[in-house]
Nanobody
């Protein structure tokens, strides 16, 4: 069972930036379309950005133009560069493949507040 570990969250001011990282165990990372998800207080977990094997990307409208997803297959890592953060981006952020077939990690908390 592949395990993932997310990191890089923290407290940011509105308009600030954070860069999230996710590292996966095993050797199958490169074969999966990967995604970042978030769970905001009182809401269901939802995907916010995904990256295909060919590194093409897709974003939810509410992060488009502000967040950038990337991957390093050699290091089995997934990244999310978050710029121009807004208070509504406050959430726990998780990574997984788009089928959500791997065990969920602990996530990394992002709090955007003045």
């Amino acid at each position: 069972q592949v395990q993932v570990v997310e990191s890089g969250g923290g407290l940011a001011q509105p308009g600030g930036s954070l860069r999230l990282s996710c590292v996966a165990s095993g050797d199958s990372f490169q074969f999966y379309t990967m995604a970042w998800y978030r769970r905001s207080p009182g809401k269901e977990r939802e995907w916010v950005a995904l990256i295909n094997i060919d590194k093409s990307t897709s974003y939810k409208d509410f992060v488009k133009g502000r967040f950038t997803i990337s991957r390093d297959n050699g290091k089995k890592m997934l990244f999310l560069q978050m710029n121009n953060l807004k208070p509504e981006d406050t959430a726990a952020y998780y990574c997984n493949n788009v089928a959500e077939s791997w065990q969920w990690g602990q996530g990394t908390q992002v709090t955007v507040s003045a």
